[in-house]
């Protein structure tokens, strides 16, 4: 539901916040007041069309926000949405779902399963014709729902079998040249013998190539510090140790030392030797090793980010290949399995037709006792239901749309191209009051939906939408006495000046003030005989 409302600078609206209830909230007051504009505010909020020139004198923005209580809704924080719209007049438009910047399409789309503003024709899901048939389903109970729960099990899989058919490629030439393909990947890669690390390992080698010269300096230059320079000094070091070693243990000790030292070193110059003799700039080598490694750099290229990914793709590439080998057989199986399901497909798109049809008719004789109700005795509401055998769809093989004929002698037309506001608005309470107990839009909006009527007719106007309030949350702007009555929240909009401007106030009513409003309504004066009727018309 809608828990409040907040509307700045929008025409004569400074800027009010309204808090509303569950169950039927009634807007009255004053012509020119600002009734209107409040619904309009809504219509924004629900992504509708705003001018520029909605945009209150003297400032340059217009601001709406609306906070919803909706605990069922996966957007929800703590049960409650937020949802905001900020326009300029140079043009920039800025929405926001709790916090998080939306386009208009996408606040429109969200929006449209929340509120429904009859007379804002643009914001009625029931018009759209591509939701008949849900809203005909929801109707039609447990039975339908079932069914059609087992259909869109059997329609995903018939839908899998339908895109892997599709991927069959193409006629035999496209598929040979697509064979040729896989075949020459595979041939690459298997020719190419990888090994797992080795482009590692050739890394270092060619490293080593390339700065060889470097390297064999350096060795060369440890060669001769260590084998001419150092194993001489300590050879003389050690040769004069020897002279006194007797006289103390720790001349001794200190000679063992260095003799241990000067092996190490010994041994220590033969590896530096042999490394030495190991370095050579071999440019064949180093060709090789290159060749090698531009090889897997483009094998990577084209198949792998590293030796591993290029294998694994080897291994998909083998099997595509063996499918495409064997996809005779394999698209036989397919299409066996597609008949299957298409069977049963049909067999379950049948019984929900019977169901469709069967409960049509009721639909459309309650609409209809509805409609004579509201004084709208000529009109006619049909539902028609086309079956294809051919074409599933997720919901059958049914496409459902709601029809109606305003007077006799007329053809019955889709409910969108219905032209008079006022039927419309009548039309859509009808089809609303029967389907109050499926119909999943929690906030129902009439504007002036009392438009051309009175007498039983606004009495019968004012019992469905009180009953359609004990489902829905129901805000109703109206002139009439009877509807107002019904209110379980009543608001009085009216407009003040202040400072040379006018603004547009709202205030929720007491019992006594709500009393005195219908009162006003009904006779256009604050009686005492008025106000008499007004509290026969609320006892009601």
Known sequence: MISN???????????????????????????????TLIIDSLSIIAGGRFSKEMIRKGENHSFVELCLYLPENENAIDGNIIVSREIYTNGRNLCKINGRLVTVNELR???????????????????????????????S????????????????????IKNELKNNYGDDKEKQRK?????????????????????NELEVIRSKILNSEKISENLNQADIQIGENAIDDISNAIRALEKIENLDEKYQEKLNNLKSIYYDLQELSRDITSLKNEVEFNEEERQEVEGRLDL??????????????????????????????????????????????????????????????????????????????????NARFEIKIEHNKTEFNENGLDKVEFFIRTNIGEDAKPLIKIASGGEMSRIMLAIKNVL?????????????????????AANSVAEKMKRIAGKHQVLSVTHLAPIAAKGDYNYYIYKEVDQNQTKTKVKLLTEEETIKEIARIASGNVTEIAIQHAKELRSK
């Not at 700045?8 to 020119?32: A, H, P, Y």
């Open 5 to 35: 409302l907040h509307i700045k600078n929008i025409g004569i609206i400074d800027d009010i916040n309204v808090n509303f209830n569950t169950g039927f909230n009634v807007l009255t007051g004053e012509t020119g007041a600002g009734k």
């Open 109 to 139: 789309n969200f929006m449209k399963n929340i509120i429904d503003i009859h007379g804002q024709l643009d914001n009625q899901t029931i018009l759209e014709s591509s939701s008949h048939i849900e809203y005909l389903d929801n109707f």
């Open 141 to 160: 109970g447990e039975e339908l729902i079932k069914l059609k729960e087992q259909y869109l099990e059997q329609y995903t899989k018939y839908n899998d």
């Open 179 to 199: 064979l040729d393909l896989l075949k020459y990947q595979v041939n690459e890669i298997e020719t190419a013998n990888l090994k797992i690390g080795e482009d």
């Open 296 to 377: 897997i750099f483009s094998l990577k290229r084209k198949y792998g980010n590293n030796i591993e990914e290029i294998l694994s793709y080897n291994e998909d590439v083998k099997e595509e290949i063996e499918k495409i080998e064997n996809l005779e057989n394999y698209i036989i199986t397919l299409k066996n399995e597609q008949k299957v399901i298409e069977e049963k497909m049909q067999e379950i798109c049948s019984k929900m037709n019977e169901i469709r049809c069967k409960k049509a008719r009721i639909l459309e004789n309650q609409i209809n006792i509805e409609l004579k109700d509201l004084e709208m005795k």
């Open 436 to 456: 109050a107990d499926v119909d999943k839009v929690p906030i129902l909006v009439f504007d002036e939906i009392d438009t051309g009527i009175s007498g039983i």
